[in-house]
């Protein structure tokens, strides 16, 4: 923990975002095992990741957004709720310029603008899209942490990257199983599926290199990254989780994921 705590805080970012992207893979390895996932258990993780990311946009990022523009001298709901809207709104927009599909839906269902792109890739691009805004939160908390901002420390940092780590696992299930069942082979299942969290890092070090160019704008940037993660929730995790009509036990997961991630944060935090 020593060791860690006295790299740069982009280093940090980087370390823990690979570290998440890699359970990405880890969530896509069963493709080696079975062609098919009991769709109650993945209804269920999807849940979870959804309360996990719910917990996670208040807890690590909107609460400490409205901690930070208080010391800054900031009327402190304004850049807590510009942020989150932004975020939401800029999600919106690439949601509907990049070609993209949710597992469960058939290729004529795809997303974006018109594209004559294979299935395999526009799954991958669907969790892409996903992993961006969590990548980014993970580094905007280490950037803050770093800046001696109240409310925001490296543990609880590390604390909103294991909540990341834990809700990219079902990620990487979701991408790679669909993939298997069409018939490719289990090695290119899992590289596909492991594909989706390489953009993590690179939104990691984005994020935490932007705190500490710009200090000033860190509320607002929490609270981007809290709004891009909330519309994750709300357009993909939550439908996704309840698309086979089941409601009860993506419900359950949602409230245990929510928990988790709340008593993570408390206990790092």
Not at 40 to 67: C, H, N, Q, R, T
Not at 126 to 132: D, E, Q, R, S, W
Not at 186 to 204: D, Q
Not at 237 to 254: A, F, H, M, N, Y
Request: proline content about 7%; some cysteine.
């Amino acid at each position: 923990m020593a060791f860690f705590t006295s790299l740069s805080p982009v280093m940090q970012a980087f370390i823990a975002t690979l570290i998440s992207a890699g359970t990405t893979a880890l969530g896509a390895l069963p493709v080696f095992f079975f062609k098919e996932i009991n769709r109650k258990f993945l209804d269920g993780m999807l849940g979870a990741a959804a309360g996990v990311m719910i917990a996670a946009s208040f807890w690590s990022l909107l609460l400490p957004a409205i901690e930070i523009a208080k010391e800054l001298n900031y009327t402190p709901w304004i850049p807590a709720a510009l942020g989150f809207l932004s975020g939401g709104l800029c999600l919106l927009l690439i949601d509907k310029i990049l070609p993209h599909l949710h597992p469960s839906l058939a290729e004529a269902d795809a997303e974006g603008l018109p594209t004559s792109w294979r299935r395999s890739t526009l799954l991958v691009l669907a969790i892409t899209l996903h992993n961006f805004p969590e990548g980014l939160a993970v580094g905007v908390a280490f950037g803050a942490a770093a800046a001696g901002m109240p409310g925001a420390t490296v543990a609880g940092a590390i604390a909103l990257g294991i909540g990341i780590c834990l809700q990219n696992f079902p990620e990487g299930t979701a991408v790679a199983m669909p993939l298997r069942r069409e018939g490719l082979s289990p090695m290119k299942c899992f590289l596909l599926g492991s594909a989706s969290g390489i953009v993590e890092p690179i939104a990691g070090v984005l994020g935490a290199g932007l705190v500490l160019l710009a200090r000033p704008v860190l509320p607002f940037t929490l609270a981007f990254a809290a709004g891009a993660m909330i519309f994750v929730v709300a357009e993909e995790l939550i439908p996704e989780s309840q698309r086979e009509g089941d409601t009860d036990i993506p419900t359950i997961g949602l409230m245990c994921g929510f928990a988790l991630m709340m008593l993570l944060d408390v206990a790092f935090g």
